[in-house]
Each structure stands twice: as C-alpha cells, then as structure tokens.
C-alpha cells in the first residue's frame, strides 16, 4: 500500500526577495497581495526535482548557502514554494532549529510542552511519553530552572529529546546532530538509527559525510540552489568531499602554477589514465601518468612526481633521479614520461598528482603541472591509504 | 505555478491543532500572570480606574444626563460599554502584533499561524470577561444591578462581538508583517472610533444634526444593544441582531482569506 513514494518535490523553486529589492511600507504588502515575484530575486532554490520513497533516507550536501535549508523548509512547510510543488504522503516532523519554540523566561519541564504541541504531539501521547523525554534529554535538575539558564548544550538536548516522543513517517533534520556534546551526539544517532530500523525515513542536512554515509542511503548535492549531482549517499557525499577539498586549495594551486610557467625544462600534456580531464579512479586500480618533458638544450632532464590529497597534504613522492630512471627521448627537446602507481591503497577522496620538470642535475626545480583525480569507492574506513592490517 | 489547494478550514485547523491551541492559550495567560503583578494590574485595576475617572468626569464635572438611565447611575452604563470595548481593542491590538511577534516561530516551526492570532484575541476576551463579572457583582452590590433576563442575548452579540475581533485580528495581523506602520496608524484609528461610538454616551445625546452621521457607524449599534440588553433587559432580540450576527462570521470569513492569502510570504518580510 506504500508503494507511491514519501516525498515528492518537482521542479521546486524558492525565491526571495534580495535584501536590496525589498521595499518594505505599503508597496511590500501591495506586491505581497498581488503575489508578485520580487523584482531582483535571490534564487535560493532553482528547479529541484526528487523521490524519497519509505524507508530510505536522503542526505543533502552542499556548501553553505546552496539551498539546503532552504529544500528542508519546503519540504517541512514552513515556507512556500515560489515555482514547484512538494508533496508528503505522511506524517512530517521536522527538527530545523533545536529548541527554536522554547520560551527562555520558562522552566524545561514548562517548555517541552509547548514544543511538544508544535511538533503536532497530541496531549495524551504527550503526558504518555513525557519521563521518556525527560530521562532522554539527562539534564538533572535544571529541568526546573528557567531555560535562560541553560546552556546551549542543555537546550540542545531538551529540544533533541522533544523529538524523540514523536514517531512521524519523515523526519527532518538540519545540522542537528552536530549539536551538542559527543556523547549526546552518540545518543541522538543510536536514536535515528532506531528509527530508520523501524521503518522510517529521514532527511538530513548535515556537513559530517561521516553522518550522512552512516545514515543515509541516497544523498544529493546542491550547489547554488541548483541539483549538482544525486545518486547513493557514499559516492555522492565522497566526491563532495573531493571537490569541497580542492577548493579549498585550488587558489594556492593556480597561483603557485602560474609563477612557474616560463621555466626553462616544462611539463606538457599530463595524464592520467590517458585522461585530460580529472580522472576517477575505483579503489585498488591502477593509475598511470603519463606526460612529456620539453627541454630546451636537449639534456635530459629528470623528473619529480608526488601525489598529494587534495588539501595538500603530501602522501609519497619520488623522482627519476632517486630511482635512477633516464626518461625515453623522442624528439630533439621533448622526453616523454611514463609511470604508473601499482594498485595505490588509496581510499576515497580526491587526489593531485604533481610533476614538476627539473634541470638534468636534478637540481632545480622549473616547471610543476598538476592533475586531479578522484578515488570512489564503497567503504567507511576512514584516513588516506588502506595500511595492511590483520585483527587478533 | 504553484497549484493552490482549498485552504483548511478555521474549525478543521482548530481541531487538527487542539493541543497546540490550547498550549498556546495557557502560555499567553500565564504570561500575563506570572512572575509579574501587571497583568492583574491591567486586566483588572487599571479598567475599574478608568471607570473611576470617566464617571466622575462626566456625572460629576459635566453632569450629562441621559434620558435612557430611567434613574440608573452613570457607572453602571459605563461599565456596560467600557469592558465589551476592552475586548475589542485589546484583543485586535495583542492580534495586530501576534505574527511579527513571534517571527522566530513563525520562520522556523510548520504549525498554522492563525492559531497565534486566535490566542492574541481570546485571551482579552477572557480576562476582561471575568473582570466585567466582577464589576457588574460590584455594581449589584451597591444596589445597581443589571437585567439578567438580558444575559442570554448579552451571549450572543458578545459572540458576534469576539468574531468581528478575530475577523480585524487577522487581517491587521497580516498586513502589519508587511506594512510596518499599520500599529502606529491604528493608535489614532482607535482614539477616533472610542470616541465616535456611542461608548462613553448614547446617541440620544448627539445633537439631531450629527445624529445620522454617528449612527452610520456600525460598531455603535454593538455597543448600543450590548449595554441595552442588560440595563433594560430589552428589547431581548431584534432582527437585526441575527443580521450583525452574519456580518461578524461574514467578515471572519473573508479576513481568515486575505490571512491565507498574505501567510504565503511572511517568510520573506519577517
């Protein structure tokens, strides 16, 4: 009978007013009325279309300001869509700002009812679940304490806590679990994780891809407001994670390389498994480099090849020289490299082979080229290489 | 576009939402009791001064006199316009405010806004009941005693009453997230309309020559029967009662869709 699917949003748009357009007075309620779109739009959202069916969990990643907010409150109805439409097939709860209801001149205990009944918990269910809440939430005394005496980790938990009393078909998450302590933290995953057990479905916005691959089995990605990519939670969340870490870096990269191009020996047409493009690569497949090496004088030059993770961190490096290697001549200035990593050990994530042309001495350095690949992969072992390891 | 789905209506969202109707309800009481002696201070002792102030303004200093009192004194008539006045421009104020109030809610939380008016506008409405209770039990006290024939229709047209409150509620409501002047407009709108509604006098005072002018006003017809009903205990029920009747649910209807209609962006002005 749950064959239609939990969550369907089409060609969902959300725009707002750019806070330099709004005009606020009597014309903001005139074009409110007349449901005019504003005149210099923020698109916040921009023609997402997805299926959550029951049981399955979805994960939206993305950076900051990429709608993933935005997406949740559509889908909790919160906000309206400006284009599109979103539809649940169920009961919804949706946590976006823990203990976002709480009155701060009231005690805790006074508080979880009221967030409570925003939660659409009926009384009765309410009175019935309410030592749960409270033995859940763990803040001792201070339950009867006003809650502008809490701290941000007690409202955290009290809000979180609420949650648990409720057994909706979907449940929506924004960041919540990377609130609060880490033993807290544990409790509210062991938590979702008992409901995701019991049939339910959850959405969540989170930045830990550590949360999203342990939790989710689909995920999709935003960026600006637009659907870059969807598809199973760990390959959609492990090239985020690749692509949120070359970022990172790639400014350093693009300066570093540009001082360096009018060197005397160059690296020219760098590969990777024949590729120009950035290469993907499965976990344990072999990776071959390939490039030619212009020297002007005609002097054999050597070469440096390292391999680095995408924030830059150096993994292993080697040179023609150390290993004793003349590349292969194939015209009067142009030598040509090749070179292949046997079967790397590397685990997913995204990765930069760097070749950097140095003079026939091995002395200096004159020209560094890099290319980016990514490793994909179905694991959670977390690091950068597989080390060879064996449980007693 | 959006596809707009027939709205839910007042009494299913009331139902549906019993719970956090009545939480918040409990919360805006307690609000105004708790922790602070202001509320008691407003809802009861600072009504009963201004009845103070009024009589003794009026039948002592101007000596008014009305042809309708039939020997009553001028306080009890003052009471019977004063609190049903109360309600109104308390409860439609609280309202007014209610959504841009509680803006981190509204933006964060999926729960129907309404309620939020509701609250604002029956809590006045409460207070300043058993406040009026009270002055009437006062006033019985001292040997002026209203008609309690008259209770039963005094019900009914408070009904009436308490529904145009919540129909100007919610559309001031929705239009104040908007258009942030609304509040301070309203101030002087609610001075103009306490002193042309036949509050503090009875038409049979106005000179003839304004006389039609004033009786254009629909809200003294309100307060004329409310405070008639239970000075004379007649006339019980006029026609036009059940007219005003329809008006007020009339007017709720049509405010609760300009509410609906204006909610689909409070996102974007709060």
């Given amino acids: 009978m749950h064959s239609s699917p939990l969550v369907v949003a089409k060609n969902l748009s959300k725009h707002y007013a750019s806070p330099a357009s709004r005009t606020g007075g009597f014309s903001a309620l005139r074009n409110a009325w007349n449901r005019r779109p504003p005149s210099s739009p923020f698109i916040a959202l921009d023609d997402v279309s997805f299926a959550v069916n029951r049981g399955e969990s979805l994960a939206i990643v993305g950076e900051n300001g990429a709608g993933k907010s935005t997406l949740l409150k559509l889908i909790a109805g919160v906000v309206k869509a400006t284009h599109g439409s979103v539809a649940v097939n169920g009961t919804t709860s949706a946590l976006l700002e823990l203990g976002s209801g709480f009155h701060p001149e009231y005690t805790g205990s006074e508080n979880i009812a009221l967030s409570a009944a925003l939660l659409g918990i009926p009384a009765a269910q309410f009175e019935a679940k309410k030592a749960e809440i409270i033995a859940f939430a763990d803040i001792g005394g201070a339950l009867d304490k006003p809650v502008k005496t809490y701290s941000s980790g007690m409202v955290v938990r009290l809000g979180f806590a609420v949650a648990t009393a409720v057994n909706p078909d979907l449940l929506i998450t924004d960041e919540v679990m990377a609130v609060g302590d880490e033993a807290f933290q544990k409790k509210c995953i062991r938590w979702v994780e008992g409901y995701l057990k019991q049939g339910g479905t959850l959405l969540l916005v989170s930045h830990s891809m550590y949360h999203v691959q342990k939790l989710c089995s689909h995920a999709i990605w935003l960026e600006h407001g637009r659907m870059r990519e969807a598809g199973d939670a760990l390959s959609v969340s492990q090239r985020y994670l690749a692509y949120s870490q070359s970022k990172s870096t790639q400014e350093m990269l693009d300066d570093h390389a540009h001082a360096q191009a009018d060197g005397l020996y160059r690296v020219q047409n760098a590969r990777l498994n024949g590729e120009d493009l950035p290469a993907t690569l499965a976990m344990g497949a072999s990776l071959h480099v390939s490039a030619e090496i212009i020297s002007p004088d005609g002097r054999t030059p050597h070469v440096m090849i390292g391999l680095v993770r995408e924030d830059g961190t150096p993994i292993y490096g080697t040179g023609s020289e150390f290993d004793g290697v003349r590349l292969t001549q194939k015209h009067s200035q142009s030598f040509s490299l090749a070179f292949t990593y046997e079967a790397p050990p590397l685990l997913p994530g995204g990765y930069l082979v760097r070749l950097h042309a140095m003079d026939p001495e091995g002395m200096r350095l004159f020209d560094t080229v890099e290319r980016s690949f990514v490793v994909v992969g179905q694991t959670r072992e977390m690091g950068v290489v597989r080390l060879p390891h064996r449980w007693q | ?270």
């Fill in chain 2, 1 to 270: 576009m959006l596809a707009r789905t027939r709205p839910e209506g007042a009494m299913n969202a009331l139902l549906k939402h019993k719970s956090l109707a009545l939480n918040f309800l409990q919360r805006e009481l307690r609000n105004r009791f708790v922790g602070t002696g202001l509320g008691l201070y407003l809802s009861l002792i600072h009504p009963f001064l201004q009845l103070g102030v009024y009589t003794l303004i009026f039948s002592l200093v101007f000596r008014a006199q009305l042809a309708e009192l039939n020997g009553r004194s001028f306080v009890l008539f003052f009471a019977l316009g004063l609190w049903p006045w109360l309600m109104f421009r308390e409860g439609v104020g609280r309202a007014t405010q209610s959504i841009v109030n509680n803006a981190a809610l509204v933006s964060k939380i999926a729960f129907p806004r309404e309620l939020l008016v509701y609250t604002a506008v029956t809590v006045p409405f409460i207070i300043h009941l058993i406040g009026f209770a009270l002055v009437l039990v006062v006033l019985a006290v001292f040997g002026e005693p209203v008609a309690l024939i008259g209770i039963p229709s005094w019900l009914v047209l408070i009904c009436g009453w308490y529904g145009f409150s919540l129909a100007l509620g919610l559309l001031f409501a929705s239009v104040q997230v908007y258009w942030r002047e609304l509040d301070h407009l309203l101030e002087t709108l609610w001075m103009l309309v306490f002193y042309l509604t036949p509050i503090l006098f009875s038409l049979s005072q106005v000179p003839a020559a304004w006389k039609p002018w004033l009786a254009m006003n629909p809200l003294g017809y309100v307060f004329t029967r409310l405070r008639e009903v239970l000075l004379n205990g007649k006339p019980l029920w006029i026609a036009t009662d059940f007219v005003f009747l329809a008006i007020a649910l009339l007017a709720f209807w049509c405010a609760r869709m300009v509410f609906i209609r204006l909610e689909e962006r409070f996102d974007d002005a709060l």
